[in-house]
Structures are given as C-alpha cells and as structure tokens.
C-alpha cells in the first residue's frame, strides 16, 4: 500500500527557510517519481518541483527555481523540498505525489497533478510578517 506523509510546514518570515519532508512507504523510490505540488486558496494545484529517481531527473517551476531544491534520503525512503527565500507567494499547502514511471530531463508535464496517482495528506506552510 502506497503512503505518503508530508511534515515540516509551519509559519515563516518573508526570506526565511524552511524544509519539507515527505515519507514514503509502500513501494521502492528508485521506481517512481515523486513531486512537490502546492495550492493556494483560490488557485490551482501548481507543481513545484520533483525527483526521478531511476534516472536522477529533477524539475523545478520557474517561480522557486534558485530558492527550492529537491532531495532524497534512500535510507529513510523520504524526499525533501528545501525552501529558502520564502515569499508570501509561496503560502499553500504543499503536497507531494508519486506515479510509477520515469520522466526524462525534456519532459514537460512534470508538473501536471494528472500525472501522479497517489498523494499526501499535505502540510501548511505560511509565509507572514
């Protein structure tokens, strides 16, 4: 059964950091690909960014390209979203994702939550003075 569970939302200053986390269980990460995506109230699910592990593929969405970086710890099955610069444009909620399949570097639906079959439950993060 595939699971995963995000943590490490919170409430930030503008140009603070903060770093998410998202478990996985139920299935090898080498397999999948695992994607940041967040929503704001009011807006669609965006995609931020994410990891291909077969072939060590990452994306980023031009708005966090520079400020966010993905990574991933094989030995406690989790994937991170590393976030810095923080912006009020940046308060969502942010959820990660898996589908089983690979993406290659010029793919460009990476970001598209069509493309994923499972999903966290998410975690808030809020950007305020």
């Known amino acids: 059964q595939v699971q995963l569970v995000e943590s490490g939302g919170g409430l930030v200053q503008p140009g603070g950091s903060l770093r998410l986390s998202c478990a996985a269980s139920?299935?090898?990460?080498?397999?999948?690909?695992i994607g940041w995506f967040r929503q704001a109230p009011g807006k669609e699910r965006e995609g931020v960014s994410c990891?291909?592990?077969?072939?060590?593929?990452?994306f980023y969405a031009d708005s966090v390209k520079g400020r966010f970086t993905i990574s991933r710890d094989n030995a406690k099955s989790t994937v991170y979203l590393q976030m810095n610069s923080l912006n009020f444009e940046d308060t969502a909620v942010y959820y990660c994702?898996?589908?089983?399949?690979?993406?290659?570097?010029?793919?460009?639906?990476?970001?598209?939550?069509?493309?994923?079959?499972?999903w966290g439950q998410g975690t808030q993060v809020t950007v305020s003075s």
């Open positions: 990891f291909s592990f077969r072939h060590g593929n990452t």
């Open positions: 139920g299935f090898t990460l080498d397999d999948y690909t």
């Open positions: 994702a898996a589908v089983a399949r690979s993406f290659m570097v010029s793919f460009r639906g990476w970001g598209s939550f069509h493309m994923y079959d499972y």
